[in-house]
T-cell receptor
Framework: SAVISQKPSRDICQRGTSLTIQCQVD?????MFWYRQQPGQSLTLIATANQGSEATYESGFVIDKFPISRPNLTFSTLTVSNMSPEDSSIYLC??????????FGDGTRLSIL | KQEVTQIPAALSVPEGENLVLNCSFTDSAIYNLQWFRQDPGKGLTSLLLIQSSQREQTSGRLNASLDKSSGRSTLYIAASQPGDSATYLCAVRPRRIGETSGSRLTFGEGTQLTVNP
């Protein structure tokens, strides 16, 4: 299965700042996704990162708040912009292809002061 | 809209016990179902993937079954160990990845398992 590396693993940020999270996969993958897991809750899909084009966002998530890049088939970034305490969550990168299982990185634990 | 429910929300058992975790989903038109494990503060580890045409999958001490018509899946853990302590999540996919935009996973809330030595 694909090995997924996320950076940073955790961060503490000030209100109003932005943070970019990186996701690197050790092989080319068709689909890359970004999820959010708020404290004590299950996972919510933020968007699908599309290679060479704009990401596809789920209801309730917008590009201005969560800009995403995917320059190639092994790398993507998620930026959390103008952060507030409500953005404190674990952000997870995930990859999948065809009929196979979906795999996740270790996540980025983000705390906003 | 697909909804996934996991029962129980939490479970505490003594080491060595066999146990069953339950997952139910409201829309039986799924493509596959996946069980994950999540350790505190960590990402998700894929345990088992069951395609809609399959009835069960096994990996070591884990066995997952799927009854698509009734909207249910179970994860059976044999001879539980303290290292099995984690949150277990099930997720369903409605379509093959990449075929349409509606192929995203829908997750349950998870079952938090504690296995006591």
């Amino acid at each position: 299965s694909a090995v997924i590396s996320q950076k940073p693993s955790r961060d503490i940020c000030q209100r109003g700042t932005s943070l970019t999270i990186q996701c690197q996969v050790d092989s080319q993958v068709t689909m890359m996704f970004w999820y959010r897991q708020q404290p004590g809750q299950s996972l919510t899909l933020i968007a699908t990162a599309n290679q060479g084009s704009e990401a596809t966002y789920e209801s309730g998530f917008v590009i201005d708040k969560f800009p995403i890049s995917r320059p190639n088939l092994t790398f993507s970034t998620l930026t959390v912009s103008n952060m507030s305490p409500e953005d404190s969550s674990i952000y997870l990168c995930s990859v999948a292809a065809g009929d196979g299982p979906q795999h996740f990185g270790d996540g980025t634990r983000l705390s906003i002061l | 809209k697909q909804e996934v429910t996991q029962i129980p929300a939490a479970l505490s058992v003594p080491e060595g016990e066999n146990l069953v975790l339950n997952c139910s989903f409201t829309d039986s038109a799924i493509y596959n179902l996946q069980w994950f494990r999540q350790d505190p503060g960590k990402g998700l580890t894929s345990l088992l993937l069951i395609q809609s045409s399959q009835r069960e999958q096994t990996s070591g001490r884990l066995n997952a079954s799927l009854d698509k018509s009734s909207g249910r899946s179970t994860l059976y853990i044999a001879a539980s160990q303290p290292g099995d302590s984690a949150t277990y999540l099930c997720a369903v996919r409605p379509r093959r990845i990449g075929e349409t935009s509606g192929s995203r996973l829908t997750f349950g809330e998870g079952t938090q398992l504690t296995v006591n030595p």
